[in-house]
């Protein structure tokens, strides 16, 4: 299985959610950008093509615009880094000040989205000399795993629910805190594309074993029921997907899918068995999975 895209998976959320994400990862900057502000994702080709830095692809730069003229457009850069040994200050300096001259404005917020903290992490950078600074520059830092769960397990900002498995929480409390994600999933989006899309990601990021699976069933028999509804279609619709191409491919990137949701990444030699499986070993590992307790489960349930 391909690692995680970490970034691609934070772009993803900012995009559907941008009003919600600011608010919940700059939230005194965002404090009064209110309903009748309109918030538009930069294209990203016209960053690459200006730019020409691969290292920024997968930013996120909003902007925010107030369309009664009471205040000057804002613009957020939102930057997610899952490895802070990868973070690189004076390439984020270069990117907003580039952004600046781009928009012909100076009203530019920058926001670095961290999955976690590291010791030594800069948070201000400055240029001079012993008789002067001539440059000063501070971001946003949003560090995820340090903020307590507690703060949002019951929020009504979907960004900050969807993230609860990514804050800071006691490792006995793992199945209530992926509860609490997936309830608020259910309740704030009513949206059946991003409620399957996003329960990927609340699971990518809780990482519940089989028995927490399993806990999790018998505690929340309600909320579990309602994700066996979204699994059954998501199995419809790769079964629907490999008709109409002719072929297996739709079920089995799907099959593919559910498995790695229920069960973790794939080992190489489940993804082989896979690969060359027939049409109708596809079909009945598909049924097997949503009764299934375990990845051997799917492979020998009849």
Known sequence: MPPTSHDQNFKNLILDYPRQALAFFAPEEASEI???????PVRQELLKRRLGDRFHELDVPLLVEWPDGRREALLFV?????DPTRFSIHR???YCVTLAELFSTSRVVPVVIFLRSKAGLPRHLELGSERHVYLRFDYLACVLADIPADRHLT?????ARLNLPNMNWSVERRVEIYAQAIRGLLS???DIEKRIKYIDFIDIYSALDD??????ATRYPQENETMAGLTERLLT????QGLLAGRTEGERDMLKRMLTRRFGPLDGQTVQRLEQASSSELEH????????TTLDDVFSMH
């Open 34 to 40: 209110n309903e009748s502000a309109r918030i538009t």
């Open 78 to 82: 939102l930057e997610e880094e899952s």
């Open 92 to 94: 984020l300096v270069s």
């Open 155 to 159: 929020s009504n900002n979907l960004v």
């Open 188 to 190: 704030l989006e009513q």
């Open 211 to 216: 028995n927490e699976k399993q806990l999790y």
């Open 237 to 240: 619709e790769g079964r629907q």
């Open 285 to 292: 590992w598909a049924d097997n999975v949503l009764d299934a």
